[in-house]
């Protein structure tokens, strides 16, 4: 313990005492911080004390000193536990207020005591000095704690729990809480509770006349009503497709899976206007419908029913992503042994398989439903005069009148609604076990599905897989032609005018689309490992420890993917634009963004997938002599290849997709792909967006294959082939 | 251990350190006119000033509630195009500076600009609002083609004019003014409620209804005649109808943010941005708004306002935020959910 504690005082004083204190304005990359040695530029700490009379910075780095006394001195366990935690709760207590107290430009409070000292000229933002102090006094704090438990307690653990809590507690709740002090305002600038509960409970939010007569429903009710029904669609989808894939011999799984997978790498708006092009009043099928049948043309798809056929298309891939993991992870031993005792193969799917799918049930049905709730693209495109909430707090913040603060109440309502949700799905998982992965060995043959299932499920998913076909066909036939739905003249010159390269004088991107395309792709391949890395961390401890506040621990991950993107990215600007921590109009501020908002996905896979798995492994593992860290990787890991799969390819793909969080966030230096897709499909440009989409999406699909070939396959078993009675011979045969 | 602080630290690291380049020659632009045009214009900025331009595309709700977010440490230093109204609620918040720029050049709608908001924001260029109806659909339909804002009101029209919301859409916004100033607030009230009848839908975005129109997906639009100058010029069956009773118009604006880190730059984008060279470029890329400088050569397909029966837009009460808030919730009132014919 002492060595441990040893190793981050000494961590810490090398962030106070050698390296930058503040920001730099040209970047931590630019590695011109090494000359901070000896260049009086970029002071540390301790030089900043010593030669420019930064006082407020002594208390950090006197506990910083304190430490060293600390595990200098003949002190038992317990009391230098305690020391410990003393030492690290007030040295990131000073840090914290100096950096509030003293803004950019202007101390903040204790306006007296700062004034007319050298604090009068305010401060950056903090640098890597200062994040190198607070990480150890993090991690000196995790110590402390680990040493006050009994017996022999996991540093590892405590570690990475407080670092997640840290985490969340910077980039999700600081934010947050900037937002939602707004929901307060009154209209004189004041705060009240009043005001925020007449417009949280008012008729125009809730309002239920649609049941009546020809009335308007409120948003909230539509959203409900829209993210119910998509939760259930997609699940169900996403069954059917999973239990193709890996419960029947159906030859096409491999172009079923790409199918699946495509609507999910699909930029926003682009299905949207494909289902225009099709089923619009103009539309194909509209057209040959009333040419044909003498149908009349009619505006049917604006309204709920474009959106919910869109918000199908997109979300089903999800729900199915989750699904194969899980159905995949059903042991064969189970299945078996009912059918040992006679039952038939419809009762051993809906009384043993199914029920050991309710994790995966579940977990496809919230993500479903979040998605649903938090969609932009799609009610906006398609939405007509159905509003939900997403949209209703896009055009609070953008309208003709801005009002955050009805924004704010109007997330406050779309939060309630997630909570509601992921309360009801804990109730119905209840407390069971899942666990069927458990090491024991077993034949390795999961039973195949009833003939009337799998015709059904054949029924179900082919027509639909066809149907994403059209639209994806319609989409590239799009890119190709003069003017999308109006002239279908062929030509190339959206993708020359997007990506347009210039041989002449060494090679040159002339495309107006290569710098977001670049950036985006940055951007996206920096926040997939560390989104999956900690999404994947987060379920390792949610599911494997037990500790005080757990509930409130693992609600509290899955926080940003309910906020809706509109109210992320306004928060964010609002939390940090200024110090201590300076972000905006970087390009890091997107990457934090796209962690912590697609980080509950690879939670909720990881979770999905760790509740299949037998405890007894780990404990296997930990008998050996392994420790926690050991056993994570070693165990846990490989046997988790599909939630790793599922978490990168989610936040990468989530990273070049998303819309509504980042409109707010480029900046003219990182500006993105959507962001650029949207400016077009704004103007009406429906051609550049279609091209610069489909470039997207054959980069995303390059990507996936990739992804798939370097994490690998898991294998659960020697042999995963699907029973069926009538190969039983060849198969027996094959096993020999 | 080492391990363990990968994750912390790197994350930690990551996040606070990489801080944007602020060197003496360059310009962040954030730019709410089309992208085509927003490229164009930089282009021609870096050419004649060597100075270095970041350029962003935001509509102009999004630019707005940027500014307003990033106010006490600004990120952009200039925001040009978009409509005036949130140019002028930005100069009303002291969220953007003057930028001391000779307009004796300009046009009289552009110098007003200037005058209501203390030479904060400039006008650089105008459109009217007009109607559109898809020529095909009409004729298949045996509809007759309106004239006039009074003609929407016919029952003949039922289920196919679109037109955006004004609480989520400036074009909208002026359309509401434009018929308050035209008829008085009550009858103006009474006729939208009347148009209403035959709204299929309120987009959320101003210039939807347009593009709805030459796809077939409505019959008329209403929206700005530039922007259906270039849907027509780009093979859509449009045709653009000024209404006889006379209409209102936008005005595009330019301003320099308030504390922008490159004062200096942002003072020869307005400069450059009003220059009747630079202006009389923005026709290569299909924008078909007058521009503001007298010098400037105007295009021939573009709406001529000399021939338009303007109304003399009163940007002042009609951009001030008791006004739009009144006449918006009157709206959703007396218009949104209006009975369909």
Known sequence: ?736 | MKKRTALGITLFGLAVHSQAVFAAEELNVVCSAEQSWCDLMVAGFEEQTGVEVAMVRKSTGEALAQVRAESKNPKIDVWWGGTGDPHLIAASEGLTQASGVDTTDLLGWSVNLSNISDGKTVGIYAGALGLAYNSELLSEKNMKAPACWKDLVDVQYAGEIQVANPNSSGTAYTELATFVQLFGEDEAFSLLADIGKNVNQYTKSGSAPSKAAGRGETAISIGFMHDMVKLASSGFPLVIVAPCEGTGYEVGAVSIIDKAKNLESAKKWVQYSLDPATQSRSVEVGAYQVPSNSKSTVAPESPDLATIKLIDYDFATYGSTDTRERLLSRWDADVKNAPKN
């Not at chain 1, 003949?74 to 207020?97: D, E, T």
């Not at chain 1, 609600?555 to 300076?582: K, Q, R, W």
Request: with cysteine; hydrophobic share 50%.
């Open chain 1, 1 to 736: 313990m002492k060595n441990k504690s040893l190793l981050w005082l000494l961590f810490g004083a090398t962030g106070a005492c050698l390296l930058p204190w503040y920001a730099l304005e040209d970047g931590f990359w630019a590695f011109t911080w090494i000359r901070s040695l000896s260049d009086p530029e970029y002071p540390s700490a301790l030089v900043l004390i010593l030669e420019q009379s930064h006082w407020w910075l002594m208390p950090p780095l006197v506990a910083l000193v304190a430490g060293f006394i600390a595990i200098m001195l003949p002190m038992g366990r317990k009391g230098l536990s305690r020391m410990l935690i003393a030492v690290s709760l007030l040295g990131s207590f000073f840090v914290i207020v100096q950096g509030f107290a003293i803004g950019l430009n202007e101390p903040k409070i204790f306006l007296s005591l700062l004034e007319g000292s050298s604090a009068a000229n305010g401060q950056p933002g903090l640098g890597v000095g200062a994040i190198m102090l607070i990480a150890s006094f993090l991690y000196l704090l995790t110590i402390g704690i680990a040493g006050l438990k009994k017996g022999t307690a996991d540093i590892f653990i405590i570690g990475l729990i407080g670092t997640i809590i840290t985490l969340v507690g910077v980039f999700v709740f600081f934010p947050i809480a900037h937002v939602l002090i707004t929901a307060f305002e009154t209209a004189d600038g004041g705060y009240g509770a009043s005001r925020f509960f007449s417009r949280y409970f008012s008729g125009e939010v809730w309002g239920l006349n649609c049941l009546v007569g020809d009335g308007v429903c409120g948003p909230a009710i539509n959203s409900v009503f829209l993210a119910t029904m998509t939760g259930v669609g997609t699940t169900l989808l996403g069954l059917t497709f999973a239990l193709i894939a890996t419960r029947t011999r159906f030859r096409a799984k491999r172009l079923l899976r790409i199918l699946t997978v495509l609507p999910i790498i699909t930029p926003p708006f682009v299905i949207g206007l494909a289902l225009i092009l099709l089923f619009g009043r103009a539309g194909v099928v509209t057209e040959w419908s009333y040419a044909l049948f003498d149908i009349e043309k009619s505006r049917w798809l604006y309204g709920f029913t474009g959106v919910y056929l869109s918000q199908l298309l997109s979300f089903t891939p999800i729900a199915f992503l989750v699904m194969i993991g899980v159905v995949e992870g059903v042991s064969p031993s189970m299945e078996e042994a009912s059918q040992t005792m006679r039952a038939t193969q419809w009762q051993t799917f809906t009384q043993v398989s199914l029920p050991l799918m309710r994790p995966g049930l579940a977990n496809a049905f919230l993500l479903g439903f979040i998605e649903s709730l938090a969609d932009f693209g799609n009610p906006l495109v398609l939405g007509g005069d159905f509003s939900v909430l997403s949209t209703e707090i896009y055009f609070a913040i953008v309208g003709a009148v801005a009002d955050t603060s009805r924004a704010a109440v109007l997330g406050m309502v779309l939060l309630t609604l997630t909570i509601t949700a992921f309360l009801f799905q804990r109730w119905w998982l209840g407390k069971k076990s899942y666990a069927t992965v458990t090491g024991k060995a077993d034949s390795g043959q999961n039973s195949g599905l009833n003939s009337g299932l799998k015709w059904a499920c054949y029924l179900v998913a082919i027509p639909w897989a066809v149907f994403t076909a059209i639209v994806y066909c319609m989409i590239v036939y799009g890119s190709f032609v003069k003017l999308w739905g109006y002239d279908n003249s062929f030509t190339l010159e959206h993708y020359i005018s997007t990506f347009g390269v210039k041989t002449e004088g060494g090679l040159r991107f002339v495309g107006s689309a290569w710098d977001s395309y670049i950036t985006t792709l940055q951007i996206a391949s920096i926040a997939a490992p560390l989104t999956a890395l900690l999404g994947l961390l987060t379920a390792y401890v949610l599911v494997r420890q037990r500790f005080a506040g757990k509930d409130l621990f693992e609600f509290s991950t899955m926080l940003s993917f309910a906020i809706p993107g509109t109210v992320v990215g306004i928060s964010y600007i609002l939390a940090f634009n200024v110090p201590p921590i300076e972000l905006t109009g970087t390009g890091i501020i997107l990457i934090i963004a796209f962690m912590f908002r697609n980080m509950p996905v690879g939670v909720r896979g990881g979770i999905a997938a760790m509740s299949q798995l037998d405890k007894s492994l780990d404990e296997a593992s930990i008998t050996l002599g392994a420790n926690s860290f050991t056993t994570l990787r070693r165990v846990i890991a490989p046997l988790l290849g599909p939630a790793i799969l599922a978490a990168l390819i989610y936040s990468f793909v989530r990273a070049i997709t998303s819309v509504s969080a980042v409109i707010f966030l480029v900046s003219a230096k990182h500006n993105m792909a959507t962001s650029f897709i949207v400016g077009r499909v704004e103007n009406g440009e429906f051609g550049i967006a279609i091209a610069y989409s489909t470039v997207l999406i054959i980069t995303m699909l390059a990507a996936i294959l990739l992804l798939q070939l370097i994490v690998g396959k898991r294998k659960l078993r020697k042999d995963t082939r699907v029973q069926n009675t009538e190969n039983k011979t060849r198969l027996v045969q094959a096993n020999i």
